[in-house]
């Protein structure tokens, strides 16, 4: 086994390289071969991790981290505006069950105008100037109501069960013949839906006078 000798002038006491031909020398020899590797500018050992990041790594980070905020804002919006979308329908509903509950509120508390709607219902021919002047004022005020019920269903503000309730409360008035004959004289007044649906129901009332 060969001895290990000293490269250099000042002996090993002054940084100089140990060689030599055992194994003692070579694996300090392999070490110092290390050490160099790590100090070379570029090395992977040498380089911090953060700085192995490209522009490009960094620029599809960004792109990730933009689209989760922008899921994250969409899925927040859209419960927003499910909170929204019904709060605006139950304030709606609320509003046009005062609506009905004022209609009702003349026969209810006056008992001489609710005498008056009988005769008008019954026999408007009977009625006298002033009274068909009020006559017309109160059905323009109900049919005006149901006009506002089917915009509110059309737009989505009035769900289907309580659309069928006031369609079928609408149906039940139009079996009165006054009623019918009211609107026919003054459908003009009225929008294009509450028209059509006015003739869908006078004609679903007279299939069944047929049967």
């Not at 859209?78 to 005062?98: G, H, K, P």
């Not at 769900?159 to 003054?186: G, I």
């Amino acid at each position: 086994m060969g001895n290990p000798t000293w490269k250099g002038t000042g002996g090993p006491h002054l940084g100089t390289t140990l060689e030599g031909t055992g194994p003692r020398g070579y694996l300090l020899a392999s070490a110092d071969e290390k050490r160099s590797e790590r100090s070379k500018p570029g090395s992977k050992e040498s380089t911090p991790v953060f700085s192995q990041f490209t522009l490009q790594d960094l620029g599809s980070l960004g792109e990730f981290v933009g689209a989760l905020a922008v899921v994250i804002s969409l899925v927040y919006l859209a419960q927003q505006m499910r909170q929204n979308t019904t709060s605006v329908r139950a304030a709606s509903f609320n509003s046009m069950t005062e609506n009905s509950l004022r209609l009702l509120e003349y026969a209810i508390r006056d008992g001489d105008f609710a005498g008056f709607l009988h005769r008008a219902e019954s026999n408007p021919s009977t009625l006298s100037p002033n009274e068909m002047v009020r006559w017309n004022a109160y059905m323009t005020a109900v049919y005006r109501h149901f006009g506002n019920l089917v915009y509110q269903y059309r737009v989505g503000a009035l769900d289907r069960q309580m659309w069928q309730s006031y369609r079928d409360t609408l149906k039940q008035h139009l079996s009165t013949p006054s009623w019918r004959a009211w609107f026919e004289e003054n459908r003009a007044m009225f929008s294009s839906s509450l028209v059509d649906l006015v003739d869908r129901i006078a004609s679903e009332l007279e299939a069944e006078e047929r049967t």
